[in-house]
Structures are given as C-alpha cells and as structure tokens.
C-alpha cells in the first residue's frame, strides 16, 4: 500500500490515466505518449506536436481540494518558475465545469501570480466524486512570454502541489520530479534511476561500505560485478531555523585510486533542501586530519577547509551515471577526505524534527575505466556590488582559447553547477570558436540560492574543442542590501561559480577564469603562488599592475579580452545570409514548375520570431522588420483601405508575400472555404514563407480555428516579357527585394522616414522598436535628440544616410529568379475569381499590372498596391486601373510616416 493510502488500488497509474483520458475526454494515446509518475497520487501525461504542447493530469486529491498546481522550474525553485493551476470555481465552461486554468508566474516563494498574456488553453476536465480529477490542457513548447519557460532540450523540474485554500500547500502536498519532455528514451532511463536500490543504510556519522549489498546495488543499477557501495550520511537535528546548514566531514578510501560510477542521493527528512560535497586537496585534508571531531558543524559557526565541488545531493532528482568510458577519482591526493554540506530549510518553524541520515549513495570500483572525469572551475572572483541595484551584471570572466588550447583533444561535457548566493539573479556560460559565438553551454534565467542543482549541458554544446573560447557572467539584484558586497566565501559575500564536469581529465587544468576587468586569466591546476601574492600584495596599484605585466611575460598568466566585443551574439547569428547558400536551398526544395515544396527543411536554418499573437515563424530580416510587418497587417491592416475587404470564403493572390504576414492573415479572414496564394521571389524567404504558412496552419488548427487553403509560388511576377531575371536581395532588409535596383530611391524613401520617425514624437508602444538592434535604438535615441536642436538637425539626416548605405545596401547581393504573370498564375491554379490581389513588388508594380491580360481584369475584384512614384509610375498606376482594369473607385494615399517619400499605397475595388 503506497504512503499511507487507505486505497491504494484506486490510486493513479499511467496506464489508469490513460484510459481515462480517453473515456472523458477522448484523447487518444497517440496524443499523450509520455508519462511520469509525479506522485503516489498524482500522474502526469503528455505529448509533442509540432510546437504544440499537450498536458494531462490524473490525481487522486483529498475532498474539498481548492487547487492543484503544476510548474516548471530550472532548479525545482518556485522562484522563476512558470505555473499551471487548476482553481476550483463556482462557474467554469462548458469543457471545464467548476474548474478554470490559470497561467501564473511565481516570482519568488510566494503565491503565485497569472500572467499577463494567457498562453495555455484548456481541453476539458472531469471530476468524480471520490475526488478523482482528469485534467488536459495544451501551450506552445516556446511560448512568446518573457514570464513562460519554454520546453528545452535538457531535463526540467516540474512542480506539483495542492491545497485545500488559495495559499501556501505546507511541507507535505507538495513535490517535484525531473522530466525529459523533449527525450522519451532520456525519460525513460531517468524514471528507472528513480527506483530505490537494495542496500544496506547507514549507521552513523562516519562512511560505510557494503560488499555485501554491492552486488545487488550493482545489478541493479546496471553496474559491473565487484562494485562497492560507500553511504556518506550522517543525523541531525533539525533548528526551527528557517536556514541551517551542517557540515560533516569524511575519510573517504585511499589505500589506492578508485572510480566512482554511481552517486545517488539519501534523503530522510522532508525538510532538506539540497547538499553539496566537497572534495579536499592535500592542504585541506590535513587541516581536517588534525581536527579532534569531523561534525557534523554548523556552517555558520565553522570555517569549511574543503572547496572544490565534487558531488551533489539534490533530493527528486535522479542518480548521476558516469558514461561507459570514464569515472569519477576517488582516493587520490586530492580526493581522500570530503566535506558533505546538508541545507535544510523549515519555513513553518517545525519542533522535533530529525533526520536519521541524508547524503549520499557511492557505487565505486577499483577497476579502472580509460578515463578519469575532470572539474574545471569556472568563476568571477572579483565581485564589488553596490546597494540598491535591481539589474546588476558583473565583468565578463574569460577562459580564453590560449588555456584550451592546451587540451590534447576534444573533450565532453558531462553536466554543470552554477553557484551564486543571495544576490544571485541569473547567470550564462557562453562559448565562442573562431571568432563566432555557438549556443550557450547553460544557463539559469531565474536563480534561486534556496534551490541549488546540476544544470545539464544544452546537447549541442557537449563538446569542446581545443581553442574555444568560454566566458561567465552572474546578474546580480542588490535591492536587499545597504552596503557593498564582494566576493568571499561567507553567506553574506557573493560568488559567481559553474563547475563543469568532463572527460577525459586534463593534467594542470582545474580553473581558468579571469578577475574583474584585468585583461588576463588564470589557467592551471590551483592558483600559482605568484600570482595569490601580487593579488593580495598591499603595495600600491602601479607595483601590483607591474607584477602582473611580469606574470603574463612569463606565462603564468594569458592575456584575456572577452570575445563578444568582436562577435555577433548567438542569438544574432545569420549563417543563411549566404547568396550560395541561398541558390542551394532554392534548387533543393523548388520542384520544376517554381512551387515551393511545402514541408521541406529549407528553412529549418533560418532563425525564429516570436509574435504577440503566441505564432512563432521563420524570417530572413531582422525581428525588428518582422515586427513592422506585423503591425501593418494585424494592426494596421495597411491593405483594407478605402472599402477593400476580405471576406469569408475569398480567394487572395499576394504578390510579394515577403515571408508571409498578409498571407496569414488573409488565410485566417478568408477561412475555410478561401483560398490564398503567396508568390515571392527571393529563394530564402518563398522558403520561410512557406514554412510559416505551414506553421501558421497548425498553430491555428490547435485553437480550433479553421483557414483558408494555401499554396506558394517561388518566382518573380512581371509583364511576360521575360522568363528568368536577377532579383536584389539585402539580407537586413527582405522586404527591400528587388528587379529593379535604385538605391539613390532608398536612400530618399528611408531618409524621409527617419525624418518623421526622428523628429515626431515615440510611437507608444511600438512592437517594431521591441526588435531593434542596438545600433538601430542608438541610432534612433541619439537621432531624436539632435533633432531636437534645430541647428544640428541635419545630423539627424547624415547619421540615417550613412546607416542605410554602410550597413544595408553594402550587403546588396543578387540571386537568379524565374518569372511569370499574374494570368499565368490565375490558369496554373485554376482560380476563377480574385476577390483580392495585393502587390509589393519594390518598382516593379507596372510591370506586374501589364503582365494581367484584358480577359482576366474581369475576374479581379480588388486591388491593393504599393507604388513608387519614379518617371511618373503614379499616374500610370492610375490610368490603367482605371480604364484598363475597369475599376470604378481608384484611391492613392500616403501614410504620415512617409511624407516627402515616393511611397504610395493604391487601392482599386469594383461598385
């Protein structure tokens, strides 16, 4: 019987949640494949699709439950972490009688909140009467909320807890479980780590081995035969202390050098919050061999000797398996003793409380594996923090490619721990190579000093090579302090760690870091002598600088610049801007008649952006360009002017779809019975519009919201006259493509806009700015302040110019395009009538217009355009509309922004 249940058989399983998430609420188990048992009482089920997540809950809850919260979290902290709560409700809808969703944000360890933008939506839920629930609801694997974690690659906490009221759920009605959601396989080894092993406990203060139990053990956990099994715990009682930390110190085997395979953690008290062990080098372990009693101590009271990270005890998370090839040293010089530190955290003030030994479970051989696992040591040892700072970021710690180059080979990476104190924020390891920077190696967004843990490494990141380069930075908030705060090994210090495990081991390579904002680094096994003296020298600042000079002539230390002065950040990252790249794409994934094959991977290297609606797609721009687009058809609606409409069941053809944004929206205005076709010419972007058409499809279909059909055409739209042409592309600029290049035309329409934009007031809460780089917001901020002073308002004007032509037309290139006409169009696919046809064809817009042959002007019942008004393409426009096509309202119109510009919008419907 599990825990205590009166009923154990009526408690939930996976395969129970299953079946009746399919009898209630008819999900099938295609949609929920992966499953963990959160607890005795609680399942959760769930599924991937596309970038759809699916989540399911059955839980067995005590009568009169007024909610049940699940979360995740980056450190199994409810600091940070991205809540979904179920309250029970008076009212609630059709699906979800007397329950409602809520998506909330914990901000600390505190009630949570709901977030600003409801990202979740909720499929049904059922209740019964011996208060059973069933619970389904679905939200984006990357949501577009600064407030939600997206779902990564590497394993999450995830949260659960629940309460007879809206408040704090006490020690017992909580819990967490680590969960791979992006992995099934990684999910399914984790969950057998989980299960407890037949070993004998421990006894007392001091480590115990079991030859014993170590077969079993070993069997068990899939180890070889002979494996011993150490248990480092030891008891205590519990302070009604909100914080205690006990240190106990142990004499670990040393006849001869051992691996260690397996460490699990013990946990005996609720109350633990984590524990960290700590390996002593020669100099502590004789420090602690002198001591008359090993603990256990209180931290607070009692200086540790031990320093260098060794294990960790983290309770709810799985046991840690060293890789087939490698093992953790044990009984060597540095590894003979060891420190274990325990947290336990008693908010309520609980009396009486004891643990009968928590720490940690030890699988070790003396039959060696080829390689040793090594720790390198990551940190910002030079941290000065002022009071009262909310955002505070300390200088960039560097281990610079001159210290990795120094491996002799690629090494792996295992896992991490970041360490901070009070103050911490957040903080990220990044890594650079040749010069570019790659995806971070980890990081914690939300850092919650209570909530300490391994931090797996991101998988695209496992490996690094000789010459890369690594960099530290902590974000600290000092808004709880009145006074400064440095760096020290005391609680009210700070420290700025990651500790990176890897294999295989590299003799003299321990730490490698840099200080402050001096322009060298440390690399080596420990802190050389010399340079622990200069640091700590009381001579004066020119004999300290003098003997850094010295240090670095002798190589004791390497010369440090931090690499993303002269690196594009990761996320900046353009690597598809390539024309070759480019025509390659277009020739794979283009068949014979120009039609994009949707589907395809040719945009699976383009980068991602994030709308306000929650849709995620694929551009070749900037976001700050995406975002233009996107306010100019969903909040603009830029095209439905002057009586041009869409409704429902019409069919769209966009010509110039760019990567897609009136295409979308057409599709949703349109619905099922529409038709929308996107025509675009340049290869890369017909391949991010079809992807986002695609995407958009889905994303729609999961809120229940039917669109219009839709297909993509890659090719250029002229006048017939030609059947292949050269289009200019800029890849800061996709909107900007081209058949007809005139520069001297952009820098005039561009240096119009800056005019407006510079010297008009902000526009209030502009999604556009929200996307711009920072040379585009300094530009901007410092644009608008010259203006403002009259005489040096043609400052303004030259800094606009200088930007156009040294950073966007300088990357001009030019890619082959196939050409057709819109009546060729209209014939390919079969379309009796237009109800709507746009053009943004960048000077072309004649062209496209003659290309429509007299029988098809007919079929064409709307029209909206963009026009450049050069040589008198205005009028022409114009005339045509209006005596060729036959329309009887023709409007031109020019938006406040575009004033002194040759951009015009047209707009032509039928009575």
């Not at 396989?185 to 037949?198: A, R, T």
């Not at 379309?831 to 004649?846: F, G, S, W």
Request: include cysteine; charged fraction near 15%; aromatic fraction near 8%.
């Amino acid at each position: 019987m599990r825990q205590g249940y009166a009923n154990a058989a009526a408690l939930p399983t996976c395969a129970s949640a299953q079946a009746a998430l399919t009898a209630q609420l008819r999900l099938q188990p295609e949609q929920l494949p992966g499953c963990v048992q959160l607890s005795d009482a609680i399942v959760l089920r769930y599924g991937l699709k596309a970038d759809i997540a699916t989540f399911a809950i059955q839980a067995q809850l005590p009568p009169q439950t007024a909610y049940l919260g699940v979360g995740l979290s980056e450190l199994g902290s409810m600091k940070g972490a991205d809540m979904f709560i179920l309250n029970a409700t008076t009212s609630g809808t059709a699906a979800a009688p007397g329950w409602r969703l809520v998506d909330a944000y914990a901000p600390g360890f505190v009630r949570p909140v709901a977030d600003k933008q409801q990202d979740t939506k909720l499929l049904g839920v059922s209740s019964t009467s011996n208060s059973g629930l069933i619970a389904a609801w679905q939200r984006r694997v990357a949501p577009c909320d600064a407030q939600d974690l997206p779902l990564p690659s590497t394993p999450i906490h995830v949260l659960w807890a629940y309460g007879a009221s809206w408040g704090y759920h006490g020690t017992v009605n909580r819990g967490s479980s680590l969960v791979s959601f992006l992995d099934q396989p990684l999910q399914q080894q984790q969950q057998q780590k989980k299960e407890p092993l037949s070993v004998t406990a421990a006894s007392g203060p001091a480590a115990t081995s079991s030859n014993a139990a170590a077969a079993a053990g070993g069997a068990a956990a899939g180890l070889p035969a002979g494996v011993k099994v150490l248990e480092l715990t030891y008891p205590v009682t519990i302070p009604e202390n909100t914080t205690t930390y006990f240190v106990q110190y142990f004499k670990l085997p040393s006849n001869k050098k051992y691996h260690i395979l397996r460490y699990e953690p013990i946990t005996n008290s609720q109350l633990l919050h984590h524990g960290v062990a700590y390996s002593c080098d020669a100099k502590a372990a004789a420090a602690v061999k002198a001591m008359k009693s090993l603990g256990p101590f209180d931290r607070f009271k009692h200086d540790m000797q031990c320093e260098q990270f060794y294990m960790l005890v983290a309770p709810n998370t799985t046991a840690y398996d060293a890789p087939q090839s490698a093992g953790l040293p044990m009984g060597t010089p540095a590894s003979q003793y060891l420190a274990l530190e325990l947290h336990y955290n008693n908010p309520e003030g609980l009396t009486g409380q004891k643990d009968k030994g928590s720490g940690l479970r030890v699988y070790y051989t003396d039959v060696l594996r080829p390689h040793d696992i090594g720790l390198i040591t990551l940190q910002q040892p030079v941290l000065n923090i002022p009071p009262g700072q909310a955002v505070l970021r300390s200088n960039v710690s560097v281990c610079p490619s001159e210290c990795t180059a120094k491996f002799k080979g690629p090494l792996t990476l295992l896992d991490g721990f970041f360490h901070m104190h009070g103050l911490g924020k957040s903080i990220i390891t990044r890594r650079f190579r040749n010069g570019t920077e790659l995806s971070p190696i980890g990081q914690l967004r939300s850092y919650d000093y209570e909530f300490q843990g391994n931090t797996p490494i991101n998988p695209e990141a496992r490996t690094l090579l000789p010459g890369d380069t690594l960099t530290l930075q902590c974000t600290f908030d000092s808004t709880s302090r009145r006074n400064m705060t440095r760096s020290g090994p005391a609680t009210a210090d700070e420290m700025c760690f990651h500790w990176l495990s890897y294999y295989p081991a590299q003799e003299d390579m321990g730490l490698c870091y840099s200080f402050g904002n001096r322009p060298f680094s440390v690399c080596g096994a420990s802190m050389p002598k010399q340079l622990s003296d200069a640091l700590h020298s009381r001579n004066g600042t020119s004999n300290v600088a003098a003997q850094m000079m010295k240090l670095l002539s002798d190589g004791v230390l390497l010369p440090a610049a931090d690499p993303a002065e002269g690196s594009k950040p990761y996320r900046e990252q353009q690597p598809w801007r390539s024309s070759r790249l480019a025509q390659q794409l277009h020739n794979r994934h283009v068949n014979a008649s120009g039609r994009v094959c949707v589907g395809a991977a040719a945009a699976d290297a383009l980068p991602l952006h994030c709308l306000p609606s929650g849709l995620t797609v694929r551009h070749t721009s900037t976001p700050a360009e995406v975002q233009f687009l996107y306010d100019e058809q969903y909040g603009e609606r830029c095209y439905l002017q002057h009586g041009v409409t869409i409704a429902p069941g019409a069919t769209v053809l966009d010509v110039g779809a760019n990567i897609g944004m009136f295409s979308m929206f057409a599709a949703e205005a349109a619905g099922l019975q529409g038709f929308v076709l996107g025509v675009e010419p340049a290869p890369l972007t017909a391949a991010a519009l079809a992807a986002n058409m695609q995407q958009h499809s889905s994303w729609c279909s999961s809120q229940g919201r039917q669109l219009a059909r839709h297909a993509v055409v890659a090719a250029a739209v002229g006048d017939g006259s030609q059947t292949e042409a050269m289009l200019t592309v800029y890849p800061g600029a996709a909107g900007w493509a081209t058949l007809q290049r005139d520069d001297a035309e952009v820098l005039h329409n561009m240096q119009a806009y800056l005019d407006n934009l510079l010297t008009g007031p902000p526009a209030a809460g502009s999604t556009a700015a929200q996307g711009w780089s920072a040379a585009q917001r300094m530009l901007v901020s410092c644009g608008r302040w010259v203006a403002g002073a009259g005489p040096l308002r043609p400052l303004s004007r030259l800094m606009g110019r200088l930007y156009v032509q040294l950073v966007m037309l300088r990357q001009a290139e030019a890619v082959a395009c196939r050409m057709v006409t819109v009546s060729q169009l209209i014939e390919q696919h079969g379309i009796r009538r237009v109800d709507l046809l746009k053009v943004d064809v960048e000077r072309a817009e004649l062209q496209v217009l003659r290309g429509v042959q007299r029988h098809d002007w007919p079929r064409i019942q709307q029209l909206a355009m963009e026009v450049h008004d050069l040589d008198g393409q205005l009028a022409a426009v114009l005339h045509l509309l209006q005596h060729t096509a036959g329309f009887s309202s023709v409007v031109a119109s020019q938006d406040d922004m575009l004033r002194g510009s040759k951009l015009y919008n047209v707009y032509a419907v039928r009575s």
